[in-house]
């Protein structure tokens, strides 16, 4: 490799709630595993992860938990599920936004902040994810 190259890293960035596991339904309404018995990995999502893995991809969540600060979650909790998730399907890291909408924080999606963020640490080079 001449001098001056650089090997960029490149992502696909996920969704957790209904994406990689599956949400669960009260009052007709989804939400978020509220406690680690309610995580339910979706089948055949650990499998495709992996296809994006060897293919040189970092495998990142982007997450909105406003239940946080609504008070109706702990975080402890919400760390809890997201390491097992990190575990179970060799996830690179989870990036959450706990805040509410009226926060009008920049990392709630759909803006950009956990990406932005992402795209830092991990070196990434956004055309290429």
């Not at 575990?87 to 956990?114: A, S």
Request: aromatic fraction near 4%; hydrophobic fraction near 35%; proline fraction near 5%.
């Amino acid at each position: 490799m001449g001098i001056g190259c650089k090997i960029s890293n490149k992502a696909i960035f996920l969704d957790r709630d209904g994406v990689l596991n599956k949400a669960i339904i009260r009052n007709k309404k989804p939400y978020p595993p509220s406690c680690l018995s309610e995580l339910e990995i979706i089948p055949g999502v650990y499998e495709g992860l992996q296809l994006l893995k060897h293919s040189g991809f970092k495998l990142i969540v982007i997450s909105n938990q406003p239940d946080v600060s609504r008070g109706t979650l702990k975080i402890e909790s919400v760390n809890e599920i997201n390491n097992s998730i990190i575990e179970q399907l060799k996830i690179d890291e989870v990036i959450c936004c706990f805040h509410d909408d009226i926060d009008n924080c920049d990392c709630r999606k759909p803006k950009t902040g956990m990406i932005l963020e992402a795209l830092k640490k991990w070196d990434i080079e956004l055309t290429l994810s």
